[in-house]
């Protein structure tokens, strides 16, 4: 017999929470922006958030599988360099599509890199993504010195102008993704990933390709970021080295609101894809609310941090609370027919 | 070690500069005295590391870019205010290493996490300070200690760095504090079970790297008369490179100080051979990013999942 | 299904030491081998090689008899070999069905079959059936699950693919009467199918029970191999153990000492509870030697843990007449408590650190500032003398030490201190008999000084030899008091199975004996 519980139920959607955060933030967004649901309003902000809703999406598949990638942010600038360089505002539908398509490529070949130094070469995530966030910033920079660039006309307005059904293109990404990810729960390689990110021992010995499994997801993210940056190319219509660096934090800071924690094993795509919608609104809501331009920074990054440490206040709480009110243990309870103090025993 | 022989090398290359020694002995003691201050900022880099738990920070770049520029504003050219600025820049770089004490601990944030993040608030913090222009000067007496020989024509900087360097030897060789840093950082469980106060050791780690970091920051100003947005940035990557070719493991419980003094005469060795060359900035971040990446993957491997 | 396996010559190392020196087994259809040996005899190693766990080093495995080479556990599996494991291969966050059927899912279209999983974990949940204490569902995750649902569920995952060579390494650990009853049913079925078994055990009466043919390993040699028929349990522990040591030279001379009752009490513990424990108390006194006995898990960590320190508690504790509540190690120590933890290595050292800096881990204090390193050395070097510490030098990483020399550094670490009250969990695990013997030695002389000593053991040999009193917890209370006359082996077997005098046997969650008593309590 299935009882509805409310814990289980809720540890497997562990998106659940995000989403009351979400509508919350909805709120507080319209009482500061009262045309924040009108069409225009509605596309124009799915348009600036798609970026970083990409590049949570795939640093969720890193973190669930028990990685990080931190060099998402410069994976994402040397796409956009590449763009703005290489297509210039008169290429030809042809050379754009190959140029899309080749980008695509770059991506997967940084996280491929990344995958083999952590998967194979067993570093720490940590600080190899952060090398190699270096090293990759170095080659945006060394493509793009100084901002600039150009893209076709054709791109941005295909970016701004696409409405599928109505809704914001963004909408329609989102869906995919979310599709895309629901299959793929429902494969074995969905299953590694929880495996791989709840306890990459136990995985190895049931014979879970660990490793193969490791490296897929920083290809993954590489792809995710190069998407990204396709996206804030076509957003921004110009190119700058930098543009990727602000946006690494607020992936992994998506992720977390969604639910999916950093020692993997546990969450999922959804949250972390809602996370960065939230993300989107808080930084519109700062804006909209009249705090002055040289707090807002301030301001942004101390949500952040408080939205990384919440799972840890709550945790704290949970603890304290939890060792104030512990009643007496289960043992006296089921040593019902046991004395505490000792006696002796008859001799065999 | 690796470490030692990179020393020796970036010893020998400023020789290479041609038959004149006195040239040689200039060019080398000039990338001595620009190593000092990633040396300083590297230090705590060095502590947080070498305790383990993933132990890393982040913030040190913002902290010194804040640090550097509350000493500009309170010295204000004034000698009598430079000690007040020098407490202030260490007091505040160690109030912000208590919060990601705090943060690491209590509230089981990793290290990355925190400490990315801290860097953000406290950009966000300068960008309010500075939202007039930064008004300051430095003190000439830090000019003069700092930027100009000393004693024997040796900078001051240099012997400061000697000294520091003397004391942190002191600190993780010599002291309770360096026993157990060690300790927890090379197991957390077992140093628990030897009386070591695990949290207490942890906190006070990050407050005193924050403090360290205040210090650089103080030195900076110091040596470079100017403050602008960002200046601490460049310090950031190459402090944990420093460490990491000083020969310091990166997950903790092994290393020293002197490692990471001549990873930070490597760095800036390094750096300045590329400006030498005109390198553009891209080449010298590929590059940073590069040797990282090659130092821990020679030093950094951890188990495999088959033995 | 016909199968046959042998290993021969097997070695392995593992930096400097070695695991296996020269490991032998031949296992076949319709047979199961019973792998016997002491803690560090090589056993799971073995057993992880066959697995493909672990690579080998030199020697050759033999499967149908040609030469195999295991790369990766999955390579193992496709040859069908198949192992329940001691440290369970379970992830907690995933369900039972999603553990059992990990990597190796049914598939339709591409996809997992969730009806078809269904099915077949039901089926493979039936074959325990009546042997759990709850209703058992499939969607159930593993973190929920107690000890030893756990090791159903690893049972259940490694036969669920049919396997031909099934090897059990330790897989009774956490089962109880029924569950292990259930098992060996199983056995028999397998054996009929034509599977072969390898039943890694230290449990006589399990061995003899289900095995048809054994084979022992000493320090890594295989030094006795045949049919359990021609053998005796007396015959198999002399195998296992060097001939030098047996149980004669544990007996402590108690003569030389008068009654500890005399003596100062030094701890008095009354009504202690934590999750496990359910109320223990107890009094020891200067020089006594306090045994703790009963089967693993029962509360006996907890107990060492929580007068350590190391663990909230319930209940009162009078250390030197003064009451006390440790919240931190470092506060009992400094009132002169000492542990000698469970886990040397995960809890006793600091691996890569040195000798000297293990051995004053908690005392450094007391060395001023400056530290003053020549009086450390002395102090280290003073306290190994004393302990008989083998090793190349005070600044060599503790990780070059064998068992019982590492266990030396960790026990010197608290001698140093001279505590007054020194707990003891399960001291000489994977120590070597010759160690074991200057332990004991060790231990006589603390008491005779006047060091009070809680001590738990899971060797029922030791506590018999070496302890005044011994306690015994079972289901987290003291089930007996054994001293004196009351001290036999019968007893304390009795009591670890929560014997008591209203009659029988156990409630559920014992396990059946580990050797078989000559008489059983009634």
Same mark, same amino acid.
């Given at each position: 017999m299935n009882k509805f519980r409310w814990s289980t139920f809720s540890a497997r959607r562990p998106y659940l929470f995000t989403l009351l955060l979400l509508v919350v933030c909805m709120a507080v967004n319209f009482v500061f922006q009262p045309g924040l649901f009108e069409r225009n309003t509605l596309n124009s902000n799915m348009r600036v958030f798609l970026p970083s809703i990409l590049l949570?999406?795939?640093?969720?598949?890193?973190?669930?599988?028990?990685?990080?990638?931190?060099?998402?942010?410069?994976?994402?600038?040397?796409?956009?360099?590449?763009?703005?360089?290489? /297509?210039?505002?008169?290429?030809?539908?042809?050379?754009?599509?190959?140029?899309?398509?080749?980008?695509?490529?770059?991506?997967? /070949?940084?996280?491929?890199?990344?995958?083999?130094?952590?998967?194979?070469?067993?570093?720490?995530?940590?600080?190899?993504?952060?090398?190699?966030?270096?090293?990759?910033?170095?080659?945006?920079?060394?493509?793009?010195?100084?901002?600039?660039?150009?893209?076709?006309?054709?791109?941005?307005?295909?970016?701004?102008?696409?409405?599928?059904?109505g809704l914001p293109l963004a909408f329609l990404v989102i869906f995919l993704m979310l599709a895309a990810w629901a299959l793929t729960q429902r494969t074995r390689y969905g299953r590694y990933l929880y495996a791989v990110g709840g306890q990459p021992d136990a995985a190895y010995a049931t014979a879970v390709p660990v490793n193969g499994v490791q490296f897929s997801t920083y290809v993954v993210s590489g792809f995710m970021a190069a998407l990204a940056g396709i996206a804030i190319t076509m957003l921004t219509s110009s190119g700058s080295a930098g543009i990727g660096d602000a946006l690494t934090l607020t992936s992994i800071s998506a992720v977390v609101i969604g639910g999916t924690a950093l020692r993997g094993g546990v969450g999922g795509v959804a949250g972390p894809i809602l996370g960065a919608v939230i993300l989107g609104f808080v930084r519109n809501i700062i804006s909209f609310a009249n705090v002055s331009l040289w707090w807002q920074t301030f301001v942004n990054a101390a949500i952040i941090v408080v939205a990384l440490a919440a799972p840890g206040i709550i945790d704290l709480f949970r603890r304290v609370v939890y060792e104030n009110i512990k009643d007496i243990p289960a043992a006296r309870r089921r040593s019902a027919g046991g004395h505490s103090v000792p006696g002796q025993r008859p001799a065999a | 070690m690796l470490a030692v022989i990179l020393f020796l090398a970036s010893g020998l290359l400023?020789?290479?500069?041609?038959?004149?020694?006195?040239?040689?002995?200039?060019?080398?003691?000039?990338?001595?005295?620009?190593?000092?201050?990633?040396?300083?900022?590297?230090?705590?880099?060095?502590l947080v590391i070498i305790s383990g738990n993933e132990g890393i920070d982040l913030s040190v770049g913002a902290v010194v870019t804040l640090t550097a520029i509350l000493s500009y504003v309170i010295a204000n050219g004034n000698d009598s205010r430079v000690l007040p600025a020098l407490a202030v820049a260490v007091l505040v770089g160690a109030a912000i290493g208590l919060l990601?004490?705090?943060?690491?601990?209590?509230?089981?944030?990793?290290?990355?996490?925190?400490?990315?993040?801290?860097?953000?608030?406290?950009?966000?913090?300068?960008?309010? #300070?500075?939202?007039?222009?930064?008004?300051?000067?430095?003190a000439p007496i830090m000019t003069r200690i700092i930027a100009r020989p000393l004693v024997f024509g040796i900078p001051g900087a240099i012997i400061i760095w000697l000294i520091f360097g003397i004391l942190m030897w002191l600190l993780l060789e010599r002291t309770q504090f360096g026993k157990n840093l060690f300790a927890i950082g090379v197991?957390?469980?077992?140093?628990?079970?030897?009386?070591?106060?695990?949290?207490?050791?942890?906190?006070?780690?990050?407050?005193?790297?924050?403090?360290? #970091?205040?210090?650089?920051?103080?030195?900076?100003?110091?040596?470079?008369?100017?403050?602008?947005?960002?200046?601490?940035?460049?310090?950031?990557?190459?402090?944990?490179?420093?460490?990491?070719?000083?020969?310091?493991?990166?997950?903790?419980?092994?290393?020293?100080?002197?490692?990471?003094?001549?990873?930070?005469?490597?760095?800036?060795?390094?750096?300045?051979?590329?400006?030498?060359?005109?390198?553009?900035?891209?080449?010298?971040?590929?590059?940073?990013?590069?040797?990282?990446?090659?130092?821990?993957?020679?030093?950094?491997?951890?188990?495999?999942?088959?033995? | 299904m016909t199968v046959s396996l042998s290993a021969r010559n097997i070695v392995k190392h593992y930096g400097g030491v070695v695991a296996l020196a020269d490991a032998n087994l031949d296992v076949q259809s319709g047979e199961t081998v019973a792998l016997i040996g002491a803690n560090g005899s090589g056993k799971s190693t073995l057993s992880k090689i066959i697995n493909g766990v672990v690579a080998l080093d030199g020697g050759q495995l033999l499967l149908d008899g040609d030469p195999i080479h295991l790369s990766s556990p999955q390579?193992?599996?496709?040859?069908?070999?198949?192992?329940?494991?001691?440290?369970?291969?379970?992830?907690?966050?995933?369900?039972?069905?999603?553990?059992?059927?990990?990597?190796?899912?049914?598939?339709?279209?591409?996809?997992?079959?969730?009806?078809?999983?269904?099915?077949?974990?039901?089926?493979?949940?039936?074959?325990?059936?009546?042997?759990?204490?709850?209703?058992?569902?499939?969607?159930?995750?593993?973190?929920a699950l107690p000890p030893d649902e756990k090791q159903i569920i690893e049972i259940l995952k490694a036969i669920s693919f049919d396997p031909r060579l099934i090897i059990l390494d330790e897989a009774t650990a956490s089962l109880d009467n029924r569950q292990v009853e259930r098992l060996f049913q199983l056995v028999t079925q397998w054996k009929r199918a034509g599977k072969a078994i390898i039943f890694v055990s230290h449990r006589m009466e399990e061995i003899f029970r289900v095995a048809d043919n054994y084979s022992v390993l000493r320090n890594g040699v295989t030094v006795g191999a045949g049919p359990i028929k021609g053998v005796s349990e007396r015959g198999l522990v002399e195998l296992m153990v060097e001939k030098a040591a047996t149980t004669g030279t544990m007996k402590r001379d108690r003569q030389m000492f008068s009654a500890p009752t005399d003596h100062k009490l030094r701890l008095e513990v009354k009504d202690l509870q934590t999750d496990v424990l359910g109320g223990v108390s107890l009094q020891l006194?200067?020089?006594?030697?306090?045994?703790?006995?009963?089967?693993?898990?029962?509360?006996?960590?907890?107990?060492?843990?929580?007068?350590?320190?190391?663990?909230?508690?319930?209940?009162?504790?009078?250390?030197?007449?003064?009451?006390?509540?440790?919240?931190?190690?470092?506060?009992?120590?400094?009132?002169?408590?000492?542990?000698?933890?469970?886990?040397?290595?995960?809890?006793?050292?600091?691996?890569?650190?040195?000798?000297?800096?293990?051995?004053?881990?908690?005392?450094?204090?007391?060395?001023?500032?400056?530290?003053?390193?020549?009086?450390?050395?002395?102090?280290?070097?003073?306290?190994?003398?004393?302990?008989?510490?083998?090793?190349?030098?005070?600044?060599?990483?503790?990780?070059?030490?064998?068992?019982?020399?590492?266990?030396?550094?960790?026990?010197?670490?608290?001698?140093?201190?001279?505590?007054?009250?020194?707990?003891?969990?399960?001291?000489?695990?994977?120590?070597?008999?010759?160690?074991?013997?200057?332990?004991?030695?060790?231990?006589?002389?603390?008491?005779?000084?006047?060091?009070?000593?809680?001590?738990?053991?899971?060797?029922?040999?030791?506590?018999?030899g070496l302890c005044d009193r011994v306690l015994v917890l079972h289901d987290g209370i003291i089930r007996a008091e054994l001293s004196g006359t009351t001290l036999t082996k019968a007893n304390l077997v009795a009591a670890s199975l929560g014997a008591s005098d209203e009659g029988a046997a156990a409630a559920p969650g014992t396990r059946p004996a580990e050797s078989v008593p000559s008489q059983r309590v009634q």
């Open positions: 949570a999406a795939g640093q969720a598949v890193v973190v669930l599988a028990g990685g990080i990638d931190i060099s998402v942010g410069a994976i994402l600038s040397i796409v956009n360099t590449i763009l703005v360089t290489k /297509l210039g505002a008169r290429a030809s539908t042809g050379r754009t599509a190959e140029l899309l398509a080749f980008v695509l490529v770059i991506g997967m /070949l940084a996280g491929a890199i990344n995958g083999f130094f952590i998967a194979y070469l067993r570093l720490q995530p940590i600080i190899t993504t952060y090398a190699t966030s270096f090293l990759f910033g170095g080659i945006a920079l060394a493509i793009l010195p100084y901002p600039g660039g150009a893209i076709p006309a054709a791109l941005a307005t295909f970016y701004r102008g696409t409405t599928p059904l | 400023p020789n290479g500069y041609g038959s004149d020694t006195s040239v040689a002995l200039a060019q080398a003691t000039n990338i001595i005295r620009l190593s000092v201050f990633l040396g300083i900022i590297a230090a705590g880099q060095t990601n004490g705090a943060g690491v601990i209590f509230l089981r944030i990793s290290p990355l996490v925190m400490t990315l993040g801290m860097s953000g608030v406290i950009t966000g913090l300068i960008l309010v #300070a500075q939202h007039g222009n930064v008004v300051g000067a430095v197991n957390r469980v077992t140093a628990r079970l030897s009386g070591i106060d695990v949290t207490r050791m942890s906190v006070a780690t990050y407050a005193l790297a924050g403090a360290l #970091a205040g210090l650089g920051g103080f030195l900076v100003v110091g040596n470079t008369g100017v403050v602008f947005i960002n200046m601490g940035n460049s310090f950031l990557f190459p402090s944990i490179a420093a460490v990491a070719v000083g020969g310091t493991l990166l997950s903790g419980g092994k290393g020293s100080y002197w490692g990471s003094m001549a990873g930070a005469l490597v760095l800036t060795l390094l750096t300045s051979l590329l400006t030498t060359m005109q390198m553009p900035d891209s080449v010298r971040r590929m590059i940073l990013g590069g040797t990282l990446l090659v130092l821990i993957s020679i030093y950094g491997r951890q188990r495999g999942f088959r033995q | 390579a193992a599996k496709k040859l069908g070999i198949s192992t329940v494991f001691q440290e369970l291969s379970l992830i907690p966050q995933m369900t039972i069905e999603e553990n059992i059927w990990l990597a190796r899912e049914p598939l339709r279209a591409g996809l997992v079959d969730a009806r078809t999983l269904r099915k077949r974990t039901a089926a493979l949940l039936a074959l325990f059936e009546g042997t759990f204490r709850s209703s058992l569902q499939a969607d159930t995750p593993i973190s006194h200067d020089g006594e030697l306090l045994g703790i006995g009963g089967l693993k898990g029962q509360g006996q960590r907890d107990l060492l843990l929580a007068l350590f320190g190391d663990m909230p508690y319930w209940g009162e504790v009078t250390l030197s007449g003064e009451p006390v509540r440790f919240k931190h190690p470092n506060q009992a120590i400094k009132k002169g408590v000492a542990l000698v933890p469970g886990e040397r290595a995960k809890e006793g050292l600091l691996f890569i650190r040195s000798i000297l800096e293990n051995m004053l881990a908690p005392s450094w204090k007391n060395y001023g500032f400056p530290l003053r390193m020549g009086r450390a050395r002395a102090d280290a070097l003073k306290v190994g003398a004393s302990l008989g510490l083998k090793m190349a030098g005070l600044d060599e990483p503790v990780s070059s030490l064998s068992g019982g020399n590492a266990q030396k550094v960790v026990i010197g670490k608290w001698l140093l201190r001279d505590p007054r009250l020194l707990l003891l969990d399960d001291p000489t695990k994977g120590v070597d008999v010759g160690t074991k013997a200057e332990f004991y030695k060790l231990l006589a002389q603390l008491c005779a000084q006047g060091t009070a000593i809680l001590f738990y053991s899971s060797d029922d040999e030791e506590l018999l």
